[in-house]
């Protein structure tokens, strides 16, 4: 299992951050690939056990992907689990104050099984990069989100 961790810093406030990344639909607008992203369980989407499903593209196949909230802690911590095909995945954003706003750490733990587990050797460069674009995705629609 490759575990990866990549942080920014957004010039929004802990509790802004944490908002928009506890409202489901806001997800397909951050993920990379990530066309659509809805809540599939009742009650509130900020609970452990609460569950989404997303729909990613990927070279013009659309794959979906189950979703399971593993942690949640206000304006704190939250994270996820799921399903990508052959890949187990488990990710997330710890929240913390910054000078000018908000620390945001993003971990992702890959775990490729049956015929995936050839991508072994490349899983930190795959989840590397993923984590960055995630990032940056992310800060820039927080920066024009009101």
């Known amino acids: 299992m490759a575990r990866i961790e990549s942080s920014i810093q957004a010039s929004k406030s802990i509790e802004e951050v ?18 659509k ?11 452990v056990g609460a569950t989404a499903q997303g729909v990613l ?13 593993i942690e949640y802690e ?17 990710d997330g954003y710890v929240l913390s104050p910054a000078s000018e706003g908000t620390q945001i750490l993003f971990w992702l733990e890959l775990s490729p099984t049956g ?8 899983a930190g460069l795959i989840g590397k990069l993923h984590a960055q674009e995630t990032l940056a995705n992310l800060n820039k629609v927080l920066k024009t989100s009101a």
């Open 57 to 69: 593209r990927i070279l013009g196949f659309r794959i979906e992907v189950a979703y399971e909230i």
């Open 115 to 122: 015929y995936a587990k050839f991508l072994r050797p490349f």
């Open 74 to 90: 206000t304006n704190r911590r939250l994270a996820m689990k799921g399903v990508l095909g052959p890949i187990a995945f488990k």
């Open 18 to 35: 944490f908002a928009f990344l506890n409202a489901a639909e806001n997800h397909a607008k951050f993920i990379p690939n990530m066309v």
């Open 37 to 47: 992203f809805k809540q599939t369980s009742t009650g509130a989407f900020g609970q």
